[in-house]
């Protein structure tokens, strides 16, 4: 079976448990077919799907060159996509970030030098806690109320899927923040 990859920042393990306490209140448990644990939760930047050994460390060794501060971001409620009563996809939104988008547009000009892209116009960030609906009863929602919470991004992986698994996402590779305005360590 082929790998798949994509690219994600990793949810800080504070974060991701006060999600996970707080879907644990709703009844998604019994309307979704898949409720990522706490360590699986991310902001995926791209999806890569299949990609072979040669193209992924083409992308690896460009990433490694790619210059980025770190910034902040912030949960703000929970969303979904798909219908009010039966959605496809719920999720923690997060408050507007223009160092995200900046992010994600540099990741996607850096691919575009290496694969085929699937161009996105209306990239949504978001933390999947629950997908595939399985019921026939509505979603309840009312007793998620996380607080908005911050936390620093000073990094992004490319993760293998690993659908047996639990958890599910196997990091690859690890990107650090590069300011381009450094140079490295002095003495």
């Known amino acids: 079976m082929n790998k798949h990859y994509f690219i994600a920042i990793k949810i800080p393990m504070k974060v991701a448990n006060a999600i996970i306490q707080e879907r644990d ?14 360590e699986d939760l991310h902001i995926t930047l791209y999806y890569l799907g299949h990609v072979v050994d040669d ?3 083409q992308i690896i060794d460009s990433f490694h060159l790619l210059e980025w501060g770190s910034f902040e971001l912030t949960t703000s409620g929970v969303a979904h996509f798909g219908s009010d009563v039966t959605p496809r996809v719920v999720y923690t939104a997060l408050e507007k970030s223009n160092p995200l988008h900046f992010l994600h ?3 996607v000009e850096r691919l575009a ?8 116009n209306d990239y949504t960030a978001h933390i999947t806690i629950a997908k595939k609906w399985a ?8 007793n998620f109320k996380l607080p908005d919470l911050s936390f620093n991004v000073d990094s992004f992986s490319i993760y293998t899927i690993n659908v047996t698994q639990s958890p599910r996402y196997e990091e690859v590779s690890t990107f650090l923040n590069r300011e381009g305005n450094q140079n490295g360590p002095t003495s």
């Not at 030098?113 to 996105?120: A, F, L, N, S, T």
Request: net charge positive; glycine share 0%.
């Open 25 to 38: 209140k709703t009844n998604l448990q019994k309307t979704h077919k898949i409720l990522p644990v706490a």
């Open 55 to 57: 193209t992924l460390t």
């Open 105 to 107: 547009q540099k990741i």
């Open 113 to 120: 030098d290496i694969i085929e892209v699937q161009e996105k």
């Open 135 to 142: 019921a026939k009863e509505s979603v309840n929602l009312v």
